[in-house]
């Protein structure tokens, strides 16, 4: 351990202001959460509608089922035309989109400021009213087939990321992949869409996110305007999903692949993840990942792997905190070419048990801990990343004062935080170990 | 004082129902380099962008990939600091610096703190001005970029893009990969290193501009510092790339369930005078978004993909229209027939009145949403720079757009768009296509 050197160093640790965009929040009489982030620079704003569900949430034998629903939502409601939605964002010269995951839904528009109205209309319109015809699900099921085709079928690498998961969870949903396995894409019906679609889109289970030239008065008299109206769901359940249970045993997988030209070797850890009112340990395995593999020339993995020994290539290590259910930690290697897997695996573990006995670097934790610092000043020139921030978090289960207090949770962390989270984390009985090669590379996973 | 040329302009788009009130001083240093520069002073830091034009056309014959390698290895070392040591100085200051190379420009994005401004831009410096380039750093460097290349060849979409610009531009640099290939980059040598930083830094290519918390003397200041010690001059440009395709079809058999097509054919130099008629025909033909007539037809009402896109490639020294698509194997072939359907359209009855005035509507109302932040601020800056635009055109450009009249653009579409010359070059294992002659 080198916690004593700590002492000794003079680093120059500069101390920044800490800043944040204005923030208001509050809620309708309906059960709809409303947050503001206002940035007067520009007269543009991001309106972002985010609803608490996603391919976690899906029925068994449905998967891709949020997902697939997102893509309808641009048809038709008993107002609006298919098509007509994104047609008229366009025409006022906005852009608009949408994305899902396991833990969330959200819809959003990036428009002149003074079409807020108009563009808080058309959202609560499609919240309650949709309509789809069979022949738009047909097509639209054609085109999330052609989706999954491109994202994921096009891409070994992605193909292989959906075994790790499902092999890592052994109970929760997060198993299945978001855009859904093709043999249930392929069935997924009017029907399925329009069930879920009743549940889950309703202004109890909807966070609305404002953020840009705007003022919190303002949204509230539109938001009440427009989305105040709407019916809730009753009785909206909790969201309880099957959980995982104790993991006992190590997993192995080996895939190969003609399209693969560089192999390499991946391992995740199932981890927990940010807790509202608890978040300390999200935080340490945060710096954790930043430690081990958060620059290729500075951290542990890249130092050791990749300008000691000259055994990878590329290195990294991962940590999805914000999730509302068990998330996971996450180690790569990509080899040069004279290291074959096995070795580059050893090597791998090598480099993480030398860790556990060094230590941390004191420098570089300080180092990191000033870029995060730095990370919010740079953060407040993009305010529609940090609104997509506040979204991912409120629908994960987190709340304003969780995302406020992160910041200041990550500069607290110690280095024997640090060590104490690595100890924990690193139990392989928890793990799955990937190889990802050509089919040609004969030493395959033990 | 007065050693600047600071000349103020208040920019407002006049038509749009969306204001770009962004102000762009033009800076002279007093060692005579020119910057734009926006001052926007309530976030304490700054975003720099620097081009260079001329960017892996430049590599010299038998030499391709040094460019894109000696642009990797910008980072991985300078002025008595291993790539180690100036990565920790990095992130001591919490500044960013990123080296990119394109066809036709080098370009570095740096961003720094108004509190440690002065360190930040003295390390840059080095990185640009003393790069050690040693052999262990090259060695490495060089291993990440067979990596890349290696990938390449099993990647669908790299294997449409190498053949296609090989089709096109033969042996100019544009008809081959700017990585270069295993065997080129293998005979990589330090010198070969040091010549290509020779030929792609010089101030006579160089374009600057800076948004955020800094004043026009300090910029002025700074680009001395930075830059003042370049050379003057790096290579001279190489020669126009003669098109050499014709229209038709190539199928690359690659074992994969989806194809992805590569599509297009000659286009339009960005100075030319139709080049706003052709910018407006492309953004309703296959532009962004989900109104564009390809995506209305090939996804939106047939569901043959997920996405089909066209843009307007004019480069240095060629220009092309292009496409991409990616369909089912099962379905490629129907995708084509829509595409060349769509092509012969618009090339025989251009666009109606209303998607014309649509167009206008989405273009200059959507153009204020690209200022959106520093960054991107001074990206567009530069890049207007480089193409020759005024600064008044972030006032001018959206009359310039609303200017474009029906008879224009129909006149336009039967120029530019040619269905006869137009080639898609295949990667999959599409049923019903094979490649013609």
């Known amino acids: 351990m080198r916690r004593l050197i700590t002492l000794l160093i003079f680093l120059p640790v500069l101390t920044l202001p800490a800043r944040a965009a204005e923030i208001t929040s509050f809620s309708l009489k309906n059960g709809m959460d409303v947050v503001v982030l206002e940035d007067h620079r520009a007269p543009v704003v991001s309106h972002m509608v985010w609803y608490r569900v996603g391919a976690a949430d899906e029925p068994a034998g449905k998967s891709g089922i949020a997902h697939f629903l997102e893509h309808l939502l641009f048809k038709g409601t008993d107002d609006m035309d298919a098509g ?182 991946t391992r995740s850890y199932l981890a927990p993840e940010r807790d509202s009112g608890d978040q300390a340990e999200a935080a340490k395995l945060e710096m954790l990942a930043a430690l081990l593999g958060g620059s290729g020339a500075t951290s542990v993995l890249g130092q050791k792997l990749q300008f000691g020994s000259k055994q990878a290539i590329y290195t990294t290590a991962f940590y999805g905190g914000t999730s509302l259910d068990d998330t996971t930690f996450g180690l790569v290697m990509v080899p040069t070419p004279d290291v074959s897997l096995a070795d580059a695996e050893a090597a791998l573990d090598q480099a993480i048990a030398e860790f556990m006995d060094e230590g941390v670097d004191s420098e570089q934790f300080a180092r990191i801990k000033m870029q995060l610092r730095a990370s919010r000043i740079y953060g407040e020139d993009n305010i529609e990343s940090l609104a997509r921030r506040y979204g991912a978090a409120l629908t994960s289960g987190l709340t304003i004062a969780d995302i406020e207090a992160w910041p200041d949770i990550l500069q607290s962390v110690s280095e024997q935080d640090v060590m104490d989270a690595a100890k924990a984390i690193f139990d392989r009985s928890k793990a799955v170990t990937g190889w990802v090669m050509p089919p040609k590379v004969k030493d395959a996973a033990q | 004082m007065n050693r600047f040329f600071a000349v103020v302009f208040l920019i407002v788009a006049s038509t749009a129902p969306l204001h770009a009130a962004v102000e762009v001083q033009e800076v002279t240093s007093p060692g005579g380099i020119k910057a734009w520069l926006v001052e926007e002073h309530s976030i304490p830091f700054v975003a720099l962008e620097l081009r260079f034009r001329g960017g892996s056309a430049l590599d010299a014959p038998g030499k391709r990939g040094a460019i894109n390698l000696m642009t990797g290895l910008l980072e991985e070392g300078a002025a008595g600091l291993n790539a180690q040591e100036f990565s920790q100085a990095r992130e001591e200051l919490a500044t960013s610096f990123s080296y990119r190379v394109h066809d036709d420009t080098l370009s570095i994005s740096a961003r720094f703190l108004t509190e440690n401004r002065a360190a930040a831009v003295d390390l840059l410096r080095t990185s640009i001005m003393s790069p050690t380039f040693t052999q262990t750093a090259i060695d490495r460097v060089r291993g990440q970029v067979l990596s890349g290349i290696r990938g390449d060849l099993t990647d669908p979409s790299s294997i449409a893009g190498k053949n296609f610009d090989a089709m096109v531009w033969g042996d100019h640099p544009y008809g081959s990969d700017r990585s270069g290939t295993e065997a080129s980059v293998n005979g990589l ?65 690659f074992d994969t369930p ?72 099962s379905r490629m072939a129907e995708s084509i027939d829509v595409i060349r359907a769509e092509w012969a359209k618009i090339a025989s009855t251009g666009l109606t009145a209303k998607e014309l005035e649509d167009a206008k509507t989405f273009l200059t109302g959507a153009y204020a949403l690209r200022f959106d932040g520093n960054a991107p601020i001074a990206r567009i800056m530069v890049g207007m720079q480089m193409t020759g635009l005024p600064v008044d055109y972030l006032r001018t450009r959206n009359d310039q757009v609303n200017a474009v009249t029906l008879e224009q653009i129909n006149r336009v579409a039967a120029r530019i768009y040619q269905p006869e010359e137009l080639h898609f070059v295949v990667v999959g294992q599409p049923d019903g296509l094979e490649s013609s002659n």
């Open chain 1, 84 to 265: 007509e939605f994104s047609a008229t964002v366009a025409r006022n010269g906005g852009s608009d989109n949408a994305f899902t995951s396991w833990d969330y839904t959200a819809y959003f528009q990036r428009i002149a400021a003074d079409r807020l109205d108009l563009m808080m209309r058309m959202e609560a319109d499609r919240m309650r009213d949709l309509q789809m015809t069979e022949d738009d699900v047909r097509t639209e099921r054609d085109v999330v087939l052609e989706e999954r085709g491109q994202r994921v079928d096009s891409d070994p690498g992605s193909l292989f990321s959906e075994q790790m998961r499902a092999a890592q969870y052994l109970n929760h949903p997060y198993s299945i992949p978001i855009i859904g396995w093709r043999h249930e894409m392929e069935q997924l019906s009017r029907d399925d869409a329009f069930s879920f679609y009743q549940r889950y889109y309703a202004p109890n289970n909807a966070i609305l996110i404002v953020a840009g030239d705007v003022y919190p008065d303002d949204v509230r008299r539109l938001a009440v305007k427009h989305y105040g109206p709407l019916l809730p769901t009753p009785d909206l359940p909790d969201r309880m999903r099957p959980q995982e249970p104790p993991q006992l045993s190590e997993r192995r997988l080996s895939y190969s692949d003609p399209r693969v030209a560089q192999p390499y070797i």
């Open chain 2, 189 to 253: 040598t330090r010198d070969d290193i040091l010549d290509a930083y020779d030929r792609v830094f010089g101030l006579d290519r160089i374009y600057v501009s800076a948004v955020g918390d800094i004043s026009a003397d300090e910029l002025g200041a700074l680009m001395d510092v930075l830059l003042g010690d370049l050379p003057e001059s790096g290579a001279p440009s190489v020669a126009r790339a003669a098109y050499k395709l014709t229209g038709g079809v190539t199928v690359i058999p």
């Open chain 2, 258 to 329: 989806q194809s992805v097509a590569l599509f297009g054919h000659k286009g339009i130099t960005r100075d030319d005078p139709d080049f706003m008629p052709a910018y407006i025909l492309n953004e309703v033909f296959g532009g962004g978004g989900f109104e564009s007539r390809l995506m209305q037809e090939v996804r939106e009402k047939r569901g043959l993909t997920y996405g089909i896109g066209t843009y307007l490639a004019p480069m240095e020294y060629g220009e092309l229209i292009l496409g991409q698509v990616r369909s089912d194997n």
